[in-house]
């Protein structure tokens, strides 16, 4: 298994600013991905972070506002930019466990925008 | 495009007792996977349980096992013997069998369980 650490867990954020996630797995993964949880609703991907390229997104989401590093085979970032109330969410780091293919997540990370 | 249902957005039970949660889902495709996924107050989502659907035997994880009814597009999850920890938010998901990082998940069910 694989255990994803996310960081901050919560924030309270101003409208406009940016804030950037961490998310750090304990071991080297092929895939990570980010997902978005709305207040009372279910997850939507985001984007898949792409080692040493560019992030690929899902529709209706862009490089703009929400831009994705991938340093290296552990680590990826997620930026919440240019922050609006509709942005508020739980944001999820998930990664592919290498052998056994199985999706692992993050215990998220809560951001409210005032 | 693949959707996928979940049409009980609470249930409840009895320590002990045995609960099923829904799950409907649309595709047009025949080969895929599906998941139910647990996330606990702490957030973190938890795989269940996962079928294959070019599988006909019913997948089971010790006291969770599933119902998985590919003609009617039906994907059901039973709890048995629950146990006060068994309470969270509920997600079934749906992937392609060609495209295994997408996953598509229904809006959830919230299981309450009683002493």
């Known amino acids: 298994s694989a255990v994803i650490s996310q960081k901050p867990s919560r924030d309270i954020c101003q409208r406009g600013t940016s804030l950037t996630i961490q998310c750090q797995v304990d071991s080297q993964v092929t895939m990570m991905f980010w997902y978005r949880q709305q207040p009372g609703q279910s997850l939507t991907l985001i984007a898949t972070?792409?080692?040493?390229?560019?992030?690929?997104?899902e529709s209706g989401f862009v490089i703009d506002k929400f831009p994705i590093s991938r340093p290296n085979l552990t680590f990826s970032t997620l930026t919440v930019s240019n922050m609006s109330p509709e942005d508020s969410s739980i944001y999820l780091c998930s990664a592919r466990a290498p052998n056994t293919g199985e999706l692992f997540f993050g215990e998220g990370s809560r951001l409210t925008v005032l | 495009a693949q959707t996928v249902t979940q049409s009980q957005p609470e249930m409840s039970v009895q320590e002990a007792e045995t609960v099923t949660l829904s799950c409907t889902y649309d595709t047009s495709e025949s080969d895929y996977y599906l998941f139910w996924y647990k996330q606990p107050p702490s957030r973190q989502m938890i795989l269940v349980i996962r079928q294959e659907a070019y599988k006909q035997q019913n997948a089971t994880e010790n006291r969770f096992s599933v119902n998985f009814q590919k003609a009617a597009k039906s994907f059901s999850l039973k709890i048995s013997d629950s146990q006060l920890g068994d309470a969270a938010m509920y997600f079934c998901a749906y992937c392609q069998y060609y495209n295994t990082d997408k996953l598509i998940f229904g809006t959830g069910t919230r299981l309450q369980v009683f002493p």
């Open positions: 972070a792409n080692q040493g390229s560019e992030a690929t997104y």
